[in-house]
């Protein structure tokens, strides 16, 4: 371990190495992103299908506002699971990294005690 590099260098250096992507760059910003619009869009459907449903008495239109609504409850659900993923994914990434570097240093620092022992 030396004692010269700091350990949040030493810990960006390490990362380096393990060629652990970055999670804020590539295409996991923008599945998370499209995640988020479809929630969004989900809220405006199923809104949107309720208004239309209890707006009118034709059978035929208030189907096809289910129809929407039902479409709005998938998309919510599709982009609820994206948004989750991806927004996991980055943190669960990171833990595990900073874990792996954790452990690293007490590992050094039980050898070090046992040299010093010895």
Do not use: N
């Amino acid at each position: 371990m030396t004692t010269t590099e700091p350990r949040a260098d030493r810990f960006v250096r390490e990362l380096a190495e393990l060629k652990i992507p970055d999670p804020a760059a590539g295409r996991a910003a923008l599945w998370l992103r499209l995640g988020g619009t479809l929630m969004v869009l989900a809220l405006v459907l199923c809104v949107s299908a309720y208004l239309l449903a209890h707006s009118t008495t034709d059978p035929l239109e208030q189907r096809d506002a289910i129809t929407l609504g039902l479409c709005g409850v998938g998309a919510g659900v599709v982009g609820g699971a994206l948004f989750l993923r991806y927004s996991l994914t980055g943190f669960l990434r990171f833990w595990l990294a900073r874990q792996s570097y954790d452990l690293d240093a007490l590992a050094e620092r039980l050898i070090d005690a046992q040299k010093g022992r010895g």
